[in-house]
Every structure is written in C-alpha cells, then in structure tokens.
C-alpha cells in the first residue's frame, strides 16, 4: 500500500509532456526549450539539463531553479468520416539544484522525461469504432448487424526522472561531466467496448472493458563534454544512456463474450476477446520491456556580437537498440462448420532512429531584458505499424519565443510559448485487416506549450 502511495504521489507531480520529440523521449525539460530549443552548446542557467559540463563556466555559487510549463490542445484520429478527439490540458514541473565552485560543479534534477499526457477520448478511438465494422464485414452480406453504442477510452503515459552527477574543469577550455540517473514509468489504458446488436435473434449486445496500470523502475547514466573555444565559440556533447525498463501491468479487463447465430455457418462463438488481444502489452499479469533509448546531443553556440548569440543543437535517439514493446496481438474467430479458423493478426511495432534538427537565436535588448527565438524539426523514427490508439508519435516542426528578465545578477526569470506544427499520417488498418474492407484512420495533433521559469543564485 505504502509503495501504491507513493508512486501515486511521484505521478501527481509528474505529468509529463505529451509533445515528445522522439517515440517517448520529451526534450522539454525546462521552459527555456520552449523559447530556445537549441540549448545543447549554450551555457546559462538551464545547462543543467542539457550542457551539464557546461555549468562550470557560471559564477560560483549555488543555484535553485525552479519551472512549469502548461501544454494545451488535442490529439485526435478520423476513421470512417468520424472524428475522435481528446483534448489535453497538461502541467510540467521543473526542479533542479547545483552548486559551482572554482573548478567543479555538484547537480540534481527532477522532472520529466518523457511521454505522452493524460488523452481521455470520450467517444472512443479508431481501435474501438473498427471493431463493429470489423464483425459487419466478417458476417458479409452487407450486414450492419452491430454498431457502436458509447466506447470510450484513456490513455497516460509519463516517464519521471532524478538527476545526480559532478562536473569539473579538465583544463582552461575542456570540461566534463558525470551522472547517475533513476527514471519511474507509468502508462495506462483504461477503455471499454459498447457495441449494440441490431437485431437480438442474430447476435446480443457486446461489452468488454480494461483498466490496466503498467509500471516500472531504471537506471541510466550520463557524460557530457564541453569545449570552450573561444570567449565566443561553444561546443558541447551529452549521451544519456539507454534505460532499461520492465514494464509489469496490473489491474482489471473483462473480455467479451459474442455469439453470433450466422445465417450460413450457424453459431460462431468468440469467447474472452478483450483489449489485451489488442495491445497485449496491457493485459493484467503481463511483463514487458520497453526501453528509453539513449540519446547522444550534440550542441554549438556562438556569439556574434555582444547582445546576439546563435546557436544549433542536433539530437540522435538510438531507437533500434531499446526494446520497445515489440509485441504483436492477434484474434481468433472459429468457424464451425469449416473447421479453419479466421485470425486476425496485429503488426509488430517497428522503430527506426530518430533525429532533430534546431536553431535558436537570443539578442540582449539590454542589461535585463533577453529576447529569445527558435525553430525545430523532429523525425522520430516511429513506423506506421507503431501507430495506435495509445501511441502516434508523428514528425513535427515547433516554433518558439521568449523574453528572459533579469532584475539583479542574482535572479533570472525566463518567459516562454511555442506551437508544435504535427505531420499528419494515415494508419495501416488496410494491412492488419487485410481482405476486410476497412477503413485507415488518420492521426493528428496540435499542441501549444507556455513556460515560466526562476533561478535564483546564492
């Protein structure tokens, strides 16, 4: 009881970011990435997440920073002339302490890492509105025996991370950095499956329902680089290690019992069918890898005059080495008077790795005030036979603004918004339903993040 409590006391704080720039990965770690998403070759007050062997070059002291971020908008899917939608209204936290002293650098972080919100789609998804078509096209005759009668569903996933590491000087112009890493994640599918018969004499009505809870518990590391130029030139490294996460799902589904009395074939029993034939990954009981990739950063900025620095930051995600729930659920209908049994099999999930690609910009209109621009493009590496209900990660372009007040040397706040301009992408139904005329979903998103930060040096 006492570890339910305080798993659920750690999700309460992190939410994570639904505007993951890779499969689960979020970049979004402080408020500061919404203005400027090129921060990997930068060294300011955010650097401990993403320059951490950067921090050396600030003035000793030690610095608390603390930020949240608020993402609004919604994810949806078309399937059949119908649109499915949920809208997401989700709070990131920020947290971290370090302290620079002459040549080294002690740092802790806490927030989020990765994942995708809280979505609840109140009319359900394009995984439950397929399943009366599904059933209509396998009877044939142009039957519309069943049709939906109130499906709905919810997805979370949120990955929470704690940060502890060193930084030190190598020499005037070279400096490193180390790091341990513990990561918490939690996904969950709660849905159910209302499907209403047309007529009682050949079928009775179907329901079945989950509410699944997937949790686990990893570890990583972390070293980062950091080479000073010049007073004007920066350039940075960082890999975060691979996490290695077994996922165990626990929680409650009741599977659906249908029987069809088929003008041709008679009786067709289709017993315990339920979500996890679907995304078997969730079914109670269950455990399942599925890693956080590692990432290698790389970063560089530059300093054109004494007010405008530039900067340009790549990312890399190694998505094809990181187990991630390669498993494919499948579905069998017997036929009882041929004795050959209809199967319906899913498509295994396929990653490539993924990449990004920023530019940012920062020009100091005076002594306190900091003008803040930037531009991303993400390719996440995510295939269609990856697209689902619970999971589309899609390439996108994000724009980004911000201003940075800075009242006294020893405060800074930082003011931020960016908009996430998705891909949209169509499904593969016409592959993992092959032969039975059904329609392919269509995936969207369209995301708006506001951030507010502090630091507040001692």
């Known amino acids: 009881m006492k570890k339910k409590l305080g798993i659920l006391a750690i999700a309460a704080l992190l939410s994570s970011g639904a505007y993951a720039a890779s499969i689960d990965h979020?970049?979004?770690?402080?408020?500061?990435?919404?203005?400027?998403?090129?921060?990997?070759?930068?060294?300011?007050?955010?650097?401990?997440?993403?320059?951490?062997?950067?921090?050396?070059?600030?003035?000793n002291?030690?610095?608390?920073?603390?930020?949240?971020?608020?993402?609004?908008?919604?994810?949806?899917?078309?399937?059949?002339g119908k649109e499915y939608k949920a809208d997401l209204l989700q709070y990131i936290p920020t947290l971290a302490l370090y302290s620079v002293r002459d040549e080294r650098t002690i740092f802790w972080t806490f927030g989020g890492l990765g994942g995708g919100g809280d979505l609840e789609y109140k009319d359900g998804v394009a995984g439950t509105a397929v399943v009366p078509d599904l059933l209509n096209n396998l009877i044939g005759g142009g039957a519309k025996l069943f049709q939906d009668n109130g499906s709905s569903a919810e997805g979370k996933s949120l990955y929470g991370q704690t940060t502890l590491g060193r930084a030190w000087k190598v020499n005037d112009k070279l400096s490193m950095s180390i790091?341990?890493?513990a990561v918490l994640g939690m996904k969950k599918l709660k849905g159910n499956i209302d499907i209403k018969s047309n007529d009682p004499t050949k079928a009775k009505d179907i329901h079945a329902d989950i509410d699944s809870d997937r949790t686990a518990w990893g570890l990583g590391a972390q070293i980062g680089f950091n080479y000073k130029a010049t007073d004007r030139l920066n350039l940075?490294?960082?890999?975060?290690?691979?996490?290695?996460?077994?996922?165990?799902?626990?929680?409650?589904?009741?599977?659906?019992?249908?029987?069809?009395?088929?003008?041709?074939?008679?009786?067709?029993?289709?017993?315990?069918?339920?979500?996890?034939?679907?995304?078997?990954?969730?079914?109670?009981?269950?455990?399942?890898?599925?890693?956080?990739?590692?990432?290698?950063a790389l970063?560089?900025?530059?300093?054109?005059?004494?007010?405008?620095?530039t900067a340009i930051s790549g990312n890399y995600y190694f998505n094809k080495d990181a187990k991630m729930d390669r498993v494919a659920g499948s579905i069998t209908i017997p036929n009882p008077k041929t004795g050959k049994d209809i199967i319906l099999k899913g498509l295994e999930a396929e990653y490539d790795n993924g990449w990004e690609i920023a530019l940012g910009n920062e020009y100091k209109l005076n002594e306190k005030w900091t003008l803040l621009g930037s531009v991303n493009y993400a390719h996440t590496g995510a295939k269609v036979s990856s697209y689902d209900d619970i999971e589309f990660a899609l390439n996108s372009v994000t724009v980004g603004a911000g201003l940075k007040y800075a009242p006294t040397d020893c405060d800074e706040?930082?003011?931020?918004?960016?908009?996430?301009?998705?891909?949209?992408?169509?499904?593969?139904?016409?592959?993992?339903?092959?032969?039975?005329?059904?329609?392919?979903?269509?995936?969207?998103?369209?995301?708006?993040?506001f951030g507010l930060a502090y630091t507040k040096k001692f």
Not at 44 to 52: G, H, L, R
Not at 252 to 281: K, M, Q, R, W
């Open 61 to 80: 002291g030690t610095y608390f920073h603390i930020g949240a971020q608020l993402a609004v908008g919604h994810e949806k899917m078309d399937y059949n």
């Open 26 to 59: 979020i970049q979004t770690y402080t408020p500061e990435y919404l203005g400027n998403q090129s921060q990997n070759g930068m060294i300011n007050k955010s650097s401990v997440y993403y320059n951490p062997a950067g921090l050396v070059h600030l003035d």
């Open 236 to 296: 940075a490294m960082r890999y975060d290690s691979r996490v290695k996460l077994n996922f165990k799902a626990s929680g409650d589904e009741t599977p659906a019992n249908l029987i069809i009395n088929h003008p041709e074939f008679g009786f067709i029993n289709i017993a315990n069918v339920g979500f996890s034939h679907f995304y078997p990954e969730f079914k109670p009981g269950t455990k399942t890898r599925r890693d956080l990739p590692a990432i290698l």
């Open 179 to 181: 790091a341990g890493r």
């Open 299 to 309: 970063g560089a900025s530059y300093k054109v005059t004494d007010r405008w620095t």
């Open 413 to 449: 706040w930082v003011f931020t918004v960016c908009h996430f301009f998705y891909d949209q992408e169509t499904g593969h139904y016409d592959k993992k339903y092959a032969d039975y005329g059904i329609a392919n979903p269509e995936y969207d998103k369209s995301i708006t993040a």
